[in-house]
């Protein structure tokens, strides 16, 4: 098979151009009325009867002539006859001459004869019931709400492109319309590609390469908030035939057909020829990031495009440009425009000279100034957007950032608030729960080395770092870099010890007692990456150990069949211990114990929570530091 290249991108201009050349419109429908909010009217909506359609009572009270009440005060009231009753929801049976009042309830129909009603509040009843003491004079009107007060016949009630709101539909309601003509959502097929995937809630075989399908369900969300009607397709494989029979099934069910994945120019990702032999391929790349693997066409007679594999580049470039395509085709305004300005927390380089969209978060100093700082684990991390705020449009003339430069935020939602607390570093399940108890806190698990690096950067409020931040046989840069755990003047809150070793299978069949085992037997084992500060806490012991053997540290790990197969998450390496896939794993006995598996315990080591001097006396941080407080006690 040839390979696709990109050779002329097109400008992020040239895709929406290509974009609004397509029909998404889903045509007209009528709804019932339980099924009207959020829809959009096509057609100017008239009132066919008065609202309400009789003169009614305000309130409870008696219904009378407003020239009977004249003069009448506390001291002197009006006193009328009492002539009959009238209730709501029923004819009234009274008609009232001079001198006469009938009790009446709120929303009840006004007899004949009065033009006004007073209030119960404001009246009295002598002994007998017979008469009515009004204590109060009122004009003609008053407490009244006449027939078409609220709207008249041939009034115009609701106009064309009305998104219609609860209050609309108490209108219509009262209107006794049932039935209303919107728009037809636009109806967006969403196919994800390749044979890699697997549906949410299926068995997932990660050593065959699976993982599961993120795009289907983040796209088709996003469909549905944007007015669309999402229509999910099975996830087609590599193969051309497949692809081209689930394209061209959507294609003749939807409007739009949206693919994710099979896109680059890659020899297997041929989604584009099925493109260019069953339809026609308007655009093929885009001079974007993320997003350069965009296609643009028609398929039958219904529009397409093409998103790239990876989460982040998909949404991204979903919207951006295909987004604001289907509110359109629906119908549906664009959102209130959210943007934060802010400065930029450290700098930042970009040399690839294209129009870049850079997912960020927003954090406050401790004088509520809005600081922006990139996130971006890559276009394959789905977290990447969920620990993002919003995005800042950086043009492709542009290959370098400076620290508190000015920047302009499009907020992700208008709601999005700055977390409480940013915090960085070590993950550990004391964290976790701290977090737990906090208001808004945002925490993102890099690793001590990386948290104690930002933090010196002066982006996060605080830094958990873990283990020993420095040890005897440190000979490399990156080990020295451990070495000043308190991150220059950082500001310690509180810290704890945890019990870190082996995670064993339960029972501990392979008697494992300690590093040695590791060392002297032939046995699996998966270490953390060298952020981690449990690693940092292996690379000690094994030192000493070396030591010890009048060995080369060197020596001691390569004997170690693992040693350099470093997991990020700290629940991994025990997670490979229950998949049989090691003999042990670097972890926390309280990991162990929550997995139900064994522990050989190699000692404790420190977890510090370390404060940005510059933000001490901010909320978030002083809140942290009172439930640190706590666990610290607790360890006494």
């Known amino acids: 098979m040839n390979r696709k290249e990109f050779r002329d991108l097109a400008s992020p201009d040239e895709a929406r151009e290509a974009i609004d050349s397509l029909s998404l419109e889903g045509g007209i429908e009528r709804v019932s009325l339980e099924d009207a909010r959020g829809r959009v009217l096509v057609a100017r909506l008239d009132a066919e009867l008065d609202v309400p359609g009789f003169d009614r009572a305000s309130l409870d009270g008696y219904a009378l002539r407003a020239r009977d009440t004249f003069g009448a005060d506390e001291a002197d009231p009006a006193r ?270 970009y040399e690839e000279g294209r129009h870049r969209l850079m997912p960020v978060g927003l954090v406050t100093d401790s004088a509520g100034e809005t600081l922006v700082y990139p996130v971006d684990k890559g276009s394959g991390a789905t977290t990447s957007l969920a620990d993002a705020d919003g995005v800042v449009e950086v043009g492709p003339e542009t290959d370098y950032l400076e620290a508190g430069e000015p920047m302009t935020v499009t907020l992700f939602s208008p709601d999005v608030r700055p977390p409480t607390l940013f915090g960085v570093g070590e993950g550990d399940p004391t964290v976790a729960r701290l977090l737990d108890g906090l208001d808004n806190p945002r925490y ?87 952020d981690s500060g449990l690693r940092s806490s292996l690379d000690a012991a094994t030192a000493s150990l070396a030591e010890e053997r009048g060995a080369d540290r060197h020596e001691i790990v390569d004997a170690i069949d693992g040693y350099d197969l470093g997991l990020r998450a700290h629940e991994s390496p025990a997670r490979k211990v229950i998949a049989s896939d090691a003999d042990a794993g670097l972890g926390l006995r309280e990991t162990a114990d929550r997995l139900d598996l064994g522990f050989v315990s190699l000692g404790e080591q420190p977890v510090r929570v370390l404060a940005n001097p510059d933000r001490t006396e901010k909320d978030g941080v002083r809140e942290l530091e009172a439930a640190l407080a706590d666990v610290s006690s607790a360890q006494r």
């Not at 609309?168 to 109806?187: H, Q, T, W, Y």
């Not at 050593?207 to 669309?228: F, K, L, Q």
């Not at 000979?475 to 220059?488: F, I, P, Q, V």
Request: proline residues 6%.
């Open 80 to 349: 009328l006859e009492l002539v009959g009753e009238v209730h709501a929801g029923a004819k009234p049976d009274v008609g009232l001459e001079a001198g006469q009042a009938a009790e009446i309830s709120t929303g009840a129909v006004m007899p004949d004869g009065a033009d006004a009603m007073v209030p119960v509040e404001r009246t009295d009843t002598d002994a007998d019931g017979d008469e009515v003491l009004i204590r109060t004079a009122v004009a003609p009107g008053d407490n009244v709400m006449f027939a078409g007060a609220d709207i008249a016949a041939g009034e115009r009630a609701l106009g064309p492109g009305t998104v219609i709101t609860p209050r609309d539909i108490g209108l219509l309601s009262a209107l006794g319309i049932d039935e209303v003509p919107v728009r037809a959502k636009p109806r967006v097929g969403i196919v994800s590609t390749g044979d890699e995937l697997v549906r949410p809630g299926e068995k997932l075989h990660s050593e065959r390469g699976e993982i599961y399908d993120v795009n289907s369900y983040t796209i088709a969300a996003g469909v549905e908030d944007a007015g669309g009607e999402a229509v999910l397709y099975p996830h087609a494989g590599d193969e051309q035939e497949e692809m081209e029979r689930i394209l061209r099934s959507a294609a003749e069910e939807c409007d739009l057909v949206l693919s994710s994945g099979s896109t680059s120019a890659s020899a297997v990702d041929v989604i584009y020829r099925v493109i260019e032999e069953q339809g026609e391929l308007l655009l093929h790349g885009v001079s974007v990031k993320p997003g350069k693997p965009m296609l643009i066409g028609r398929l039958e007679d219904s529009a397409y495009v093409g998103l790239p594999g990876y989460p982040v580049s998909a949404m991204m470039v979903f919207r951006t440009f295909v987004a604001p395509a289907i509110r359109q085709a629906a119908g549906v305004p664009e959102p209130a425009s959210a943007t934060v300005s802010g400065r930029l927390a450290r700098q930042e380089r």
């Open 444 to 530: 993102l698990s890099v690793g001590t080395r990386p948290g104690l690096r930002r933090l010196r950067e002066r982006v996060p409020d605080v830094a958990v770092a873990a283990g020993p931040l420095e040890y005897e046989g440190a000979t490399t840069a990156a080990e020295s870099e451990r070495a000043d755990g308190r991150a220059n003047d950082a500001t310690e809150l509180g810290h704890w010890e945890r019990e870190w070793g082996l995670v064993v299978r339960p029972g501990n069949p392979d008697e494992i007692e300690g590093l040695e085992d590791l060392i002297d037997r032939d046995l699996r084992f998966v270490n953390r990456t060298t």
